[in-house]
């Protein structure tokens, strides 16, 4: 089964710094998506990323996707306090049995403080 | 709004009790997912649809759990006999089913405390 690791699980980071968080996924795919969850509420798509070398960015957040090192990273910049949230990366699948699903990391929870 | 919606957002139950959640998908949406997402851990997949059809489930569903989607518009995800451990928030999303995209839009979950 499809394996999805996010790094770190817990990130606290101070106002105005950068920081990148790292999504690695164990089995070849070409669909990598990106969600932002605040407290008690539900998931907003941020990115979804489709080929590899794939960048895109809004606002202080820029994804990137790697498919040959099954990697992607969100990269914060000059953070603000706003951006505090708990980051998903998912990962899905076109082919076989499995198509459609998305598998899903633990999340990176984000507090950013003054 | 035209996003997804569930009802009820909130369900309290005693143990071994059944109960019903229903999603309204955006409406031109043709696929249809439920997920289960416990603290601190990122949603997992139970079961999706494309139009009325069930395509896939979980292993994580068991035979407590069903799902519907009989007119391929909204689905119903029925647990019963319900324990402790399915204490969760359970979350629909759909998506269009076009091109290369397939990004799922998620609605507001259900929160399911079972005492």
């Known amino acids: 089964e499809l394996k999805v690791e996010q790094n770190p699980l817990f990130l606290s980071m101070q106002e105005g710094k950068n920081y990148t968080i790292y999504c690695n996924y164990s089995?070849?795919?070409?669909?990598l998506y990106w969600y932002r969850q605040d407290p008690g509420k539900s998931l907003e798509s941020l990115f979804v990323l489709l080929s590899n070398g794939a960048v895109k960015q809004e606002g202080r957040l820029m994804a990137s996707l790697d498919t040959k090192a099954r990697l992607s990273t969100l990269h914060i910049t000059a953070a603000v306090h706003d951006l505090s949230a708990t980051y998903f990366c998912?990962?899905?699948?076109?082919?076989?049995?499995?198509?459609?699903?998305?598998?899903f990391g633990r999340g990176t929870q984000l507090t950013v403080w003054p | 709004d035209t996003g997804v919606s569930q009802d009820p957002r909130h369900k309290i139950t005693k143990r071994g009790q059944n109960v019903t959640f229903r999603c309204d998908p955006i409406?031109?949406?043709?696929?249809l997912y439920w997920y289960r997402q416990t603290l601190g851990q990122g949603p997992e997949f139970l079961t999706y649809?494309?139009?009325?059809?069930?395509?896939?489930k979980s292993r994580l569903l068991s035979d407590r759990f069903s799902a519907e989607r009989p007119k391929g518009s909204f689905s119903t995800l029925e647990i019963q006999r319900t324990e402790q451990g399915d204490s969760a928030m359970y979350l629909c999303?759909?998506?269009?089913?076009?091109?290369?995209?397939?990004?799922?839009?998620f609605g507001p979950g259900t929160r399911l405390t079972v005492l």
């Open positions: 649809f494309q139009n009325e059809a069930q395509l896939e």
């Open positions: 089995t070849t795919s070409d669909r």
């Open positions: 999303a759909s998506s269009l089913v076009q091109g290369a995209d397939n990004e799922q839009f």
């Open positions: 998912a990962v899905g699948r076109d082919r076989g049995s499995t198509l459609g699903r998305l598998y």
């Open positions: 409406s031109e949406h043709n696929r």
